[in-house]
């Protein structure tokens, strides 16, 4: 992807500009972002996912009793089955499919349009199905979010309020005092980018289609992660913890002597049940010394932010690779990253230096090899891809 080139999904601002101007500060509204756009999925085929149990689905309903804000909300979730839905008729109800660009190719297609934010920090696509009055109610995300519409009508309000005070007791994280600054309605291939902590709120409203009926609204949700502090702090100790295990497994069996804790100068004494200062400091400089190593935090981190979802699965080949017949690419549920020294794939990382690890790099940026790409492959690559192929993290 050429970063400096201006974009319509963008509004004709150059991915550049865009993470310049707008990426985490303010929201950018993109009419006619994808000229003549058409939902990648039927409304059957939607609801068809939703019944799999290894797809993440929620139904939201509201039922009005008085302001939006104190209305009766519920929430369920999925599978949901074929008559487990409201009936089209009924108002405001939303079905919420997740990652459907792991079961979708088109799916998966568009996603790869807003690669030009880094894929640590892309997530999935979302979709949002909701009947006349339909949404989730207003409320703010904790990451950025790019709101396309695939078909219908939606309108927004948005606002860049400080109160985030939320409805109490609600199944739903709904802003008890939303008070919107602007006001869109969004139709077939308008997008709205959203910053993190951005309040707005999304109703579908009345949209006729060519033919006079009334057309399904469906809103695509581009959505990015943004992990916590303590949440990579719990994951990168516990996997440099292991980390560690394995080092001090490997110098045992090279007869080299563990550390140990030692207390020489411990004194006698009378409160026995107080945790020495000696054994708080060693084990603080453990945990130093388990970071000092930036390679070793690198490692953790990357295995960290490739390891699949628990809902992923991988469809394993049913034949061997033929090694040299074709292109390749990496199958929609792999994650594959790299830094200087290593790639990760899945939650697995591997040393690479050299050529090798300048095509693997290149397989995860541009997420494929060519037959003529592949020929400059050592054998040791062959038969990693080969490997990656049989458990389905590859295809061609």
Not at 41 to 57: C, G, I, P, Y
Not at 80 to 100: C, M
Not at 343 to 357: M, P, Q, T
Request: a negative charge; one cysteine or more.
């Amino acid at each position: 992807m050429d970063i400096n080139h201006p974009l319509d999904l963008l509004a004709g601002l150059s991915p550049t500009q865009f993470m310049q101007k707008h990426w985490q500060k303010k929201p950018l509204l993109v009419c006619n972002a994808i000229p003549g756009f058409k939902p990648l999925l039927t409304r059957t085929a939607l609801f068809k996912l939703a019944a799999d149990e290894q797809v993440e689905s929620r139904l939201i309903q509201r039922q009005e009793k008085g302001s939006k804000t104190s209305g009766d909300w519920a929430m369920k979730s999925g599978p949901f089955g074929a008559r487990a839905l409201p009936t089209l008729s009924q108002t405001a109800w939303t079905l919420l499919v997740q990652g459907v660009d792991l079961h979708n190719a088109d799916a998966h297609a568009l996603l790869q349009q807003f690669r030009f934010v880094p894929d640590a920090r892309l997530d999935d696509l979302m979709i949002s199905f909701a009947t006349n009055g339909g949404g989730v109610g207003p409320h703010f995300d904790s990451y950025d979010v790019f709101l396309l519409q695939a078909s219908g009508s939606r309108k927004w309000k948005i606002s860049k309020q400080k109160d985030l005070t939320l409805v109490p007791n609600a199944p739903l994280k709904i802003l008890q005092n939303f008070e919107p600054d602007e006001e869109f309605v969004l139709h077939a291939g308008d997008m709205l980018y959203l910053p993190p902590r951005y309040a707005h709120d999304g109703e579908a409203v009345e949209c006729l289609d060519a033919s006079g009926k009334s057309a399904d609204c469906m809103t695509y949700s581009i959505g990015f992660r943004a992990p916590a502090e303590h949440e990579i702090a719990s994951e990168l100790l516990q996997r440099l913890a292991e980390f560690s295990q394995d080092t001090a497994e490997d110098e045992e069996e090279a007869g080299l002597v563990k550390r140990l804790y030692r207390d020489p100068d411990q004194a006698a004494t009378s409160t026995p049940a107080e945790l020495p200062t000696s054994l708080i400091s060693f084990a603080t400089q453990a945990i130093t010394d388990a970071l000092k190593d930036p390679q070793a935090v690198a490692c953790a981190l990357g295995e960290y932010m490739t390891s699949p979802k628990p809902s992923v699965w991988f469809d394993e080949a049913e034949q061997d690779w033929q090694k040299g017949a074709g292109d390749i690419h990496l199958t929609a549920q792999t994650r594959m990253m790299y830094d200087a020294n290593h790639v990760f794939i899945n939650g697995e990382s591997y040393k690479a230096k050299g050529s090798d690890a300048k095509l693997m790099q290149r397989l995860a940026d541009q997420r494929g090899l060519t037959r003529a790409e592949l020929a400059k492959a050592s054998l040791d690559v062959l038969n990693l891809l080969g490997d990656w192929y049989a458990s389905g993290w590859i295809e061609d």
